[in-house]
Each structure stands twice: as C-alpha cells, then as structure tokens.
C-alpha cells in the first residue's frame, strides 16, 4: 500500500520538512527558559526549584494532560489544522513571555505555551507514520525528530544573542512572532493522507475505541507498556540534564552567557543531531536482520551515556568536563527516533495520534514535569547541606532512572518482535 500513496513520495517529503520545521519551532519556543533563566532569575528574583518548575512541572502538567483529548481529534479529524493551530497558540503564548513581571505571570505565560504544544506531536507522529512504512520508520522519524537539535541549536545560539542584544523580554517577542507569520506557508505544504495507507498488509479501519477501552488496550500491550515505561525514566534523566546543563556550566566552571549558549547549541544542536540521525538508520539496518535491534539500540544507547555524564559533572577540568558533555549529548537523543517508531509500530493506524499522546502524558509528565523540578529542589537541599553549589550532585541523582532505563528497554525488545511479527496491530476495530 506505501508505494502507491497517492500524495506521492515527493509530497510526502516536502510535508516531512514542513512538520520538521513545526517541531523545531517547537523545541526553540520550549527550550527558550533555559538559557534566558540566567537573566530572568537575575531580575525577577527566582530560586532554582521556581526555576525547575517553570521549566518542568508548570509546563509538562498541562502539556502532557491536554495531548490526550487533542490527539482524540487527531484521530478523527484533519490533522494538519491542529498542528498549524497549535503552532500560532504556543508562538503567540511565548512571544507574551516577554511581558513576565514575575513567577506568577512567568508561569502563566508558560502554561499557554504548554496548551498550544500540546496538539502538535502527536498528530505529527500520525502523520508521518502513514507517510512511511514501518521499515522506513525509525529513519524517517529520526529525520523529523532531527528538529529537537536544530531547534535546540537555533534556540540557545540566537537566544543567547538576542538576550546580550537587545534584551530576554525582546527576545521572547521576536522568537514567538517568528513562528505565528511561518504558519501559513506550513499549512500550504503538509498533506493530509489516509490513515493506514503505510501498512504492508490490508488495514481494516474501525472508528477509534472509547477512551477507556483505548487505554485498556495499551496497557494490555506488553511491547507497548514496557517501551513506555522505559521512556519515562529516561525521560526524567535527559530533562534535568537539558534544563540545567546551562546553570551548571556557569556556575561549576565559568562560563559567561555567550559561551554558555554556544556549548548548549553545539551538545543539542551537533552532538545531539548525530546520534539521532545515527540511531535511526541504524535502527532501520539492523531490525531488517533482527527485529529486536529497534528496541536494543535505544538500550545500548541510554547505557553508554551514562559513564559520559558522570565524568560531566564530577571532574574539575573544564575541558573534560565539555568534551564527556559532547560525547554523552551524542548518546542521550539516540533514544528518539527509535522509540518513536517502536511505538508507532505496534498501534493501530486508528490510535496512533493517542498512541502518541500517551507516550507524551508519560514522559513529560514524569521526564519534563519532575526531572527539572525535582533535581532544582535537590540542589537547593544539597546546597543548604554543604554550604556550596549543589547541582552537579543533584544532576549525578538525576541519572538514576536512565540506569534503570536501560533494563527496561532491553525486556521490551522481546514483547516488540513478538507483536510486530505476529501482525495483531494492523487491524483495530472499536
């Protein structure tokens, strides 16, 4: 069926890109708060655990909550309208960041930001999975996710110098305003194809299930289950190190806010970039021999990230201390492509918008809604035990559950082969 798509293989990537460049504005508007934290806690007066959830929980809880009803329309509806609508709330939300006189109004404007996001993944992951069949997944999926770096390149290199330029209330109006004048154009180039068109075998399409039964489906999914749970807690280890990677880099070593913002955007940007891109075609490779390998590679990923960290945040030398960060920001993404797929590949067509979104409501609410928050209260706890800094202590216990992770993922591969060449995600009916 994927050979015959009647949008045609050049339609279908020239909407990959439009969808890329939505998400990328995505991650620029979210990421946005951790470099300009550093002047924001400098003039409203913010501790770290404000910080932490304002980054974190403020925004993850609303967020991940509302991706759930909005992917239910995803999964009935067009779903190019809800990207494009969601992408001109959240600009419009972040541009009203720059009018913050506090923690109150700051968290508030963040909050707007988290509603507009929310509609936009998952209908995206939908999107691109019938675009693509499952054994062009993972690659093309790590093509769109390729905007997590970019945007996060251009977020920390342009945010740190529109901050120094003109100022961190100037810099959310011209970032988020960006975004609302582009939406049009997007909206032109994505395409709208039938749901299911990617399967290798003849789909039968019912109406998507009732929330409950939905649910009850997935849990009852064993590969699905355990990839989400193990998404979920490497989910809360890569949030607390995003989210204060810049802080700890200015305080354990130095680093002013222009060199700050430039190692941000070279470990997401270049380093983060590469082991996305690297990760899914490998991913694709090797599951054409074992099936498994889309699975292990997220496994073997998560576990050698972790002794690059800890040299990360434990040694003295500044140099160390940056090249273990390139190196480990080059594992802590590879996760994205792969796990994306995975998911996608054992739902069905007619679920995969909620698929998503409950993949969402997981790892941020645990990931982006506790890793930055919790490890910020660490900090504050640790500091007032040991009357110093205590982040790179607190970011060493924000690593724990990847270790655990990494268990998790490597037990799921079984559940996933299982599933996947059994074909009892083709057909889904209510």
Not at 123 to 129: D, E, Q, T, Y
Not at 150 to 161: E, I
Not at 226 to 246: C, D, K
Request: charged residues 10%; hydrophobic residues 55%.
């Amino acid at each position: 069926m994927a050979s015959h798509s009647p949008g045609g293989v050049g339609s279908y990537r020239l909407a990959l890109f439009a969808l890329f460049v939505v998400s990328a504005f995505n991650y620029v508007d979210r990421t946005i708060l951790s470099i300009l934290q550093i002047p924001i806690k400098q003039e409203l007066g913010l501790s770290d655990g404000q910080l932490g959830a304002l980054t974190g929980f403020a925004f993850a809880l609303f967020y991940a909550t509302l991706s759930l009803p909005i992917a239910r329309l995803a999964d009935r509806f067009s779903r190019r309208w809800i990207i494009v609508a969601s992408l001109v709330v959240w600009s419009a939300m972040t541009a009203t960041c720059g009018l913050a006189w506090g923690f109150a109004s700051l968290a508030f404007f963040r909050i707007g930001v988290a509603i507009g996001e929310a509609g936009s993944v998952p209908a995206s992951v939908s999107l691109i999975a019938d675009y693509y069949p499952a054994e062009r997944r993972a690659s093309a999926l790590a093509m769109w996710g390729l905007a997590l770096p970019v945007g996060l390149l251009v977020g920390y290199a342009s945010t740190g110098w529109l901050a120094s330029a003109v100022g961190w209330r100037e810099a959310f109006f011209i970032v988020g305003g960006i975004g609302v004048v582009l939406a049009p154009v997007l909206f032109a180039m994505i395409k709208e194809p039938p749901r299911g068109q990617s399967e290798a075998v003849d789909v039968t399409l019912a109406p998507p299930p009732r929330l409950g039964k939905a649910l009850q489906l997935f849990w009852g999914n064993k590969a699905y289950r355990y990839i989400v749970m193990a998404g979920m807690l490497h989910g809360f280890s890569q949030y607390a190190m995003m989210t204060w990677n810049a802080p700890f880099f200015s305080r354990a070593h130095g680093l002013s806010l222009t060199q700050v913002s430039g190692l941000m955007a070279m470990l997401g940007g270049v380093a983060g970039g590469l082991g996305m891109y690297l990760s899914g075609v490998l991913a694709d490779r090797l599951g054409r021999r074992d099936s498994r390998w889309r699975v292990w590679i997220i496994s073997a990923s998560v576990a050698a990230m972790l002794p690059f960290t800890l040299v990360q945040y434990l040694v003295a030398s500044t140099s160390l201390s940056i090249a273990s960060a390139l190196a480990a920001a080059v594992m802590m993404t590879a996760y994205y492509g792969p796990l994306v797929a995975a998911t996608q590949s054992v739902t069905p067509p007619n679920m995969r918008a909620l698929g998503q979104a409950m993949l969402l409501l997981a790892f941020n609410l645990f990931g982006l809604g506790l890793g930055p928050w919790l490890t910020g209260l660490l900090s504050d706890r640790i500091a007032s035990l040991i009357g110093a800094d205590g982040l790179h202590y607190a970011l060493v216990l924000a690593l724990l559950p990847s270790l655990v992770s990494v268990w998790l993922f490597f037990h799921a591969a079984r559940f996933y082969a299982e599933t996947v060449e059994s074909g009892a995600v083709a057909n889904s009916e209510g």
